[in-house]
């Protein structure tokens, strides 16, 4: 039977970090892995790399490995009493002096800030909990005054939610845990606190085609350059935990909405992550609430939702997996799902791929479909494929073990390796033995085979052709194709379709 479309991203950590907690949740539905570089040692996350892998070959089949950068955490400083209490309207002072703070003042050593904001402008610290105002600036100084009853304690995140800070999104930190990544062979980088355009070419330069590159849009400034971001990146994450914090609650819904349908309509694998399942961090149900904020993901036709504390610390990580594929299989069974997915209509590039995409989906209307087979070098037409959110299931089949795992997160399509054809007989009978293996073949119903001419040539994509499994007696027409029957180049046009062109790559 075909799997979900939806792809689940499960985030590793000290509840799932055992080789036989990850089979478990791998043979729960997990697709994709998530190493989450802002905890953890080096050697640990090599330690689990290696599971997962030892894992991807017990089970037969592709495992995507995400790692999830930290990217630049800014803090207050200490205190010497470890905290204070403030009360709405009282005054405290921020500067540069690291001399442990009390009730009337603190370090915020990043001078950055200091130099960015203005009267005025709103702090924020401890993920919101406290709301500060700038009142008086001068040299090194922040004057704030308290907009909230609460805490001020050590080393409490400060996010500043309307301001572009002149700041990297790769530490020095990133920058050696994204060396060690690489050196692993991870597939995709989640690069965090993207504020700019420039923040996608600066990581690129850096990760070249070792890995797909995926922005995480949880800064209010990232949303001024987010369509560039969009065409830069290979992938995007709404990561909804900060998004939430620098801006109103109730914006949030409407602005993940936009980015899922903008990274649709470009193309671009786009992933809905944070609180997804939080309350099963510690119950083993969701609330109702969650299972409709997952299920809206899946109506919208995200390629891939994300479990986060819920698989990596909570008490309840297979459970909290085993729901989430739950719900999407329910969601996606639902005949409104499909109706509102394709609300959203794709926005083709004029290019071989994308008319061939468009083609299938005719087809699809047409005849009944037991699955397209898209065979690729770089990933690039089964992604293209994707993006048109065909009926029938996509298998993805490369030579590039890479490529297939890389593929693991995009909506829709079972990604394996493949041996490398070199005729179109080959490759129609290659199409046909791997559906009978993955349990896509029925009786009556086409396969759908797509590649390019010539073999394995990234951007080639070039060809459509309809065949029938040998001893399928239901195919309608007498000139139907079936394994081994190929008509000659000079038959015309009988169940074959070509064009030609190339196709943007997805790196790799």
């Known amino acids: 039977m075909p799997g979900k479309n939806t792809k689940i991203i499960a985030t590793v950590g000290p509840a799932s970090a055992d080789e036989d907690s990850l089979r478990t949740l791998a043979e729960s539905g997990a697709d994709v892995f998530r190493l989450n570089f802002s905890h953890g040692t080096h050697a640990d996350h090599h330690a689990v790399y290696q599971r997962i892998r030892a894992v991807e070959e017990q089970l037969g089949r592709p495992i995507g490995v995400l790692i999830d950068l930290q990217g630049p955490k800014l803090r207050l400083g200490t205190f010497a009493d470890g905290g204070v209490t403030l009360a709405r309207g009282d005054r405290i002072r921020f500067d540069l002096d690291p001399t442990p703070g009390d009730a009337t003042r603190v370090a915020i050593p990043h001078p950055e800030i200091i130099d960015a904001v203005g009267v005025g402008h709103v702090l924020l610290v401890d993920d919101g909990k406290m709301r500060l105002q700038v009142v008086a600036k001068r040299d090194g100084v922040l004057e704030m005054e308290a907009l909230t009853d609460g805490r001020l304690s050590d080393r409490k995140g400060v996010n500043v939610p309307d301001v572009a800070l002149p700041l990297s999104a790769l530490t020095a930190k990133d920058r050696r845990d994204l060396a060690f990544g690489l050196e692993l062979g ?101 609330t109702r609430a969650e299972a409709s904020d997952v299920a809206t993901a899946v109506f919208d036709g995200a390629d891939a939702v994300m479990l986060s504390a819920e698989t990596a610390s909570g008490k309840y990580p297979v459970d909290a997996l085993a729901m989430m594929n739950r719900i999407i299989a329910r969601t996606e069974a639902d005949p409104l799902q499909r109706q509102l997915m394709e609300a959203v209509g794709a926005d083709p590039k004029g290019n071989a791929t994308d008319a061939i995409g468009t083609a299938i989906r005719a087809v699809a209307a047409t005849l009944p479909l037991s699955a397209t087979v898209a065979f690729t070098a770089s990933g690039a037409t089964a992604l293209r494929i994707a993006h048109q959110r065909p009926r029938s299931p996509i298998l993805g089949l490369t030579p590039s073990q890479s490529v297939a795992r890389r593929l693991c997160l995009v909506w829709g399509v079972r990604s394996r390796r493949s041996v490398e054809a070199c005729a179109v007989e080959e490759i129609v009978n290659v199409a046909i033995e791997h559906c009978r293996a993955e349990g896509l073949t029925a009786p009556g119903q086409a396969v759908v085979v797509t590649a390019g001419v010539p073999f394995g040539t990234p951007g080639s994509t070039n060809l459509l052709r309809l065949a029938w499994p040998a001893g399928d007696t239901t195919a309608a027409s007498p000139s139907a194709e079936t394994e081994g029957e190929m008509p000659s180049r000079g038959s015309g046009f009988s169940r074959e379709r070509a064009a030609t062109g190339a196709t943007p790559l997805i790196r790799g």
């Open 186 to 286: 991870i597939d995709w980088v989640a690069l965090s606190f993207v504020q700019r355009a420039e923040d996608i070419a600066d990581a690129r330069a850096l990760i070249g085609d070792k890995a797909l590159l995926m922005a995480k849009i949880e800064k209010p400034s990232a949303l001024a350059e987010l369509e560039d971001i969009i065409a830069l990146a290979d992938g995007i994450m709404v990561a909804r935990g900060d998004l939430g914090v620098e801006l109103p609650p109730e914006d949030v819904p409407g602005l993940q909405k936009r980015i899922v349908r903008l990274c649709r309509r470009a193309g671009k694998p786009v992933v809905v992550a944070t609180q997804m399942l939080e309350s099963m961090i510690s119950a083993p149900a969701p």
